[in-house]
């Protein structure tokens, strides 16, 4: 006989189906269906073909449009003006503010003060407020307040949530009109300095920078370096004097971007450059002057015990604007930019396995005469047959030039590289207000797509003959000079004599 627990499901399915079948009560009237006009059916969309393999996969031809600078250009007085890019989308505010002015040493000994006097801005604090105090505050709101005094500019930049932008902006002035150079946090920094000193040399790619540097450049005051000693001797009267004049320039430029309405910005930075009152410096500040070369090529060499020589292969180049930075940049990209797709890199690293990376530049300055440049780093035992291969693709690419595909893969991977530039609004403002510093046309970056289409393959091994030249190359190595025989005649350089003075 049947237990409850098995009668259970058949009673349970026969009431179900009891109740679904019942037939409607006398009492109330059966519904009866109303006739529904059936929608028209609608053509189905053929479902797209799906390409057997990725390579089959066409993506649609990308044409860079270049942003315009005057689109985001406002002028708020003479000699002031700049870049709003407005971005609603966080409530954040970005505003870096660029002056022009030399803030170069008038001698040797002011080198260390000079070189702490754009920190100190922020971090002596100033306008009634500690440096402490400051600290919290900025800490407190989650803002920021940087400042900076290079050899052509001094700048200070705010980052703040756009509620604290008012308040921000008057903070910055307050701090920057009236600096108070903290004597104690003046301490710290120079415990710093001096670490950094001590420490300079730490690395191999360090002193290779120093290397470079010293054989390729004559003694100029931009490249000064200071002692320990000089760093331990700075006081605040030394940067309070060469802080004179600093955010005083007569040309303004600034970068503007994130949470703000433009006209209200413009009005709102009209009044806060109208309040802006620092006096000019008492004495007129040393006027930078252009690198310039010694001219002496040559293998040279630091001594160090290291298993993997470090290597930099340096010529002169030009100063922009010039009609060879553009085919120049072509050439270098297909020789040893371009990563993988490379000459240098195929046949040095990925042929022979001699170095993880190698890489060629063509240098981009608008103030100096910058260089061309072949860098890797090789085991000490084939660094010279690195070399030999290194310079057997430049004079092949100098007398054969590039196929077509490198020229092809080489503008549109140049090109395809702009976009990158302005990936946020803060980088639009600031780029676009650095190039007016340097003078930029409005038109650069039109200009610069078009430049680099109209290279052609003649003018590439013309620039790499003109510019990659082994006869006109410093060749600068960091090494076991025990072990680096077999590159040839050699100058061994001094570690302690690569500082500049």
Same mark, same amino acid.
């Given at each position: 006989?049947?237990?409850?627990?098995?009668?259970?499901?058949?009673?349970?399915?026969?009431?179900?189906?009891?109740?679904?079948?019942?037939?409607?009560?006398?009492?109330?009237?059966?519904?009866?269906?109303?006739?529904?006009?059936?929608?028209?059916?609608?053509?189905?969309?053929?479902?797209?073909?799906?390409?057997?393999?990725?390579?089959?996969?066409?993506?649609?031809?990308?044409?860079?449009?270049?942003?315009?600078?005057?689109?985001?250009?406002?002028?708020?007085?003479?000699?002031?003006?700049?870049?709003?890019?407005?971005?609603?989308?966080?409530?954040?505010?970005?505003?870096?503010?660029?002056?022009?002015?030399?803030?170069?040493?008038?001698?040797?000994?002011?080198?260390?003060?000079?070189?702490?006097?754009?920190?100190?801005?922020?971090?002596?604090?100033?306008?009634?407020?500690?440096?402490?105090?400051?600290?919290?505050?900025?800490?407190?709101?989650?803002?920021?307040?940087?400042?900076?005094?290079?050899?052509?500019?001094?700048?200070?930049?705010?980052?703040?949530?756009?509620?604290?932008?008012?308040?921000?902006?008057?903070?910055?002035?307050?701090?920057?009109?009236?600096?108070?150079?903290?004597?104690?946090?003046?301490?710290?920094?120079?415990?710093?300095?001096?670490?950094?000193?001590?420490?300079?040399?730490?690395?191999?790619?360090?002193?290779?920078?120093?290397?470079?540097?010293?054989?390729?450049?004559?003694?100029?005051?931009?490249?000064?370096?200071?002692?320990?000693?000089?760093?331990?001797?700075? !006081?605040?009267?030394? +940067?309070? $004097?060469?802080?004179?004049?600093? *955010?005083?320039?007569?040309?303004?430029? %600034?970068? @503007?971007? &994130?949470?703000?309405?433009?006209?209200?910005?413009?009005?709102?930075?009209?009044?806060?450059?109208?309040?802006?009152?620092?006096?000019?410096?008492?004495?007129?500040?040393?006027?930078?002057?252009?690198?310039?070369?010694?001219?002496?090529?040559?293998?040279?060499?630091?001594?160090?015990?290291?298993?993997?020589?470090?290597?930099?292969? !340096?010529?002169?180049? +030009?100063? $922009?604007?010039?009609?060879?930075? *553009?085919?120049?940049?072509?050439?270098? %990209?297909? @020789?040893? &930019?371009?990563?993988?797709?490379?000459?240098?890199?195929?046949?040095?690293?990925?042929?022979?396995?001699?170095?993880?990376?190698?890489?060629?530049?063509?240098?981009?300055?608008?103030?100096?005469?910058?260089?061309?440049?072949?860098?890797?780093?090789?085991?000490?035992?084939?660094?010279?047959?690195?070399?030999?291969?290194?310079?057997?693709?430049?004079?092949?690419?100098?007398?054969?030039?590039?196929?077509?595909?490198?020229?092809?893969?080489?503008?549109?991977?140049?090109?395809?590289?702009?976009?990158?530039?302005?990936?946020?609004?803060?980088?639009?403002?600031?780029?676009?207000?650095?190039?007016?510093?340097?003078?930029?046309?409005?038109?650069?970056?039109?200009?610069?797509?078009?430049?680099?289409?109209?290279?052609?393959?003649?003018?590439?091994?013309?620039?790499?003959?003109?510019?990659?030249?082994?006869?006109?190359?410093?060749?600068?190595?960091?090494?076991?000079?025990?072990?680096?025989?077999?590159?040839?005649?050699?100058?061994?350089?001094?570690?302690?004599?690569?500082?500049?003075?």
């Amino acid at each position: 006989m049947p237990n409850v627990r098995e009668l259970l499901p058949i009673l349970l399915g026969g009431m179900l189906a009891a109740c679904s079948s019942a037939p409607v009560p006398e009492t109330e009237t059966a519904a009866q269906p109303v006739p529904v006009a059936e929608p028209a059916a609608k053509p189905v969309a053929e479902a797209p073909s799906v390409p057997a393999s990725y390579k089959d996969v066409v993506f649609p031809e990308f044409r860079y449009v270049a942003p315009i600078p005057a689109d985001y250009r406002v002028q708020i007085a003479d000699g002031i003006s700049g870049y709003v890019v407005s971005d609603r989308s966080l409530p954040l505010v970005h505003l870096t503010v660029f002056f022009e002015e030399s803030n170069l040493p008038a001698t040797v000994k002011d080198e260390a003060a000079s070189e702490m006097v754009g920190s100190m801005f922020r971090r002596g604090a100033g306008g009634g407020m500690t440096a402490n105090a400051l600290d919290d505050s900025l800490e407190f709101i989650s803002a920021s307040l940087s400042t900076s005094a290079g050899t052509f500019l001094a700048s200070f930049g705010i980052n703040c949530l756009s509620k604290d932008y008012t308040s921000m902006l008057e903070l910055a002035k307050k701090v920057l009109t009236a600096p108070a150079f903290d004597k104690d946090q003046l301490e710290i920094m120079k415990a710093n300095y001096v670490t950094a000193y001590e420490r300079r040399y730490d690395t191999p790619a360090k002193v290779l920078s120093a290397l470079k540097s010293k054989v390729n450049y004559a003694p100029n005051a931009r490249l000064w370096d200071a002692t320990a000693d000089e760093y331990k001797k700075v !006081s605040v009267a030394d +940067v309070k $004097r060469l802080a004179e004049g600093v *955010y005083s320039s007569g040309r303004i430029v %600034f970068a @503007l971007s &994130g949470d703000v309405d433009r006209d209200s910005a413009v009005t709102q930075l009209k009044e806060f450059f109208a309040g802006w009152k620092v006096p000019a410096p008492k004495a007129a500040k040393p006027v930078p002057q252009p690198l310039s070369f010694i001219r002496k090529p040559g293998i040279y060499v630091v001594d160090k015990d290291i298993s993997q020589a470090n290597i930099s292969m !340096s010529q002169p180049f +030009v100063r $922009r604007p010039h009609p060879d930075y *553009y085919p120049t940049a072509v050439a270098s %990209f297909i @020789l040893g &930019g371009g990563s993988f797709t490379s000459r240098l890199m195929n046949r040095v690293r990925s042929d022979e396995g001699l170095a993880y990376s190698i890489y060629s530049t063509a240098g981009n300055d608008y103030r100096d005469t910058a260089m061309t440049t072949i860098a890797l780093q090789t085991k000490v035992e084939s660094a010279d047959y690195a070399l030999k291969l290194i310079f057997e693709e430049v004079e092949k690419l100098a007398k054969d030039g590039p196929t077509p595909e490198e020229l092809e893969q080489a503008k549109k991977a140049i090109v395809e590289s702009l976009p990158s530039l302005f990936d946020s609004p803060d980088a639009v403002a600031q780029i676009f207000a650095k190039d007016e510093l340097l003078g930029k046309k409005q038109s650069h970056y039109v200009d610069f797509v078009n430049e680099v289409n109209a290279v052609t393959a003649e003018q590439v091994k013309a620039m790499v003959a003109k510019y990659f030249d082994k006869s006109k190359m410093t060749i600068s190595v960091v090494g076991p000079v025990a072990k680096l025989e077999k590159l040839g005649p050699f100058t061994v350089v001094p570690l302690d004599s690569l500082d500049f003075r």
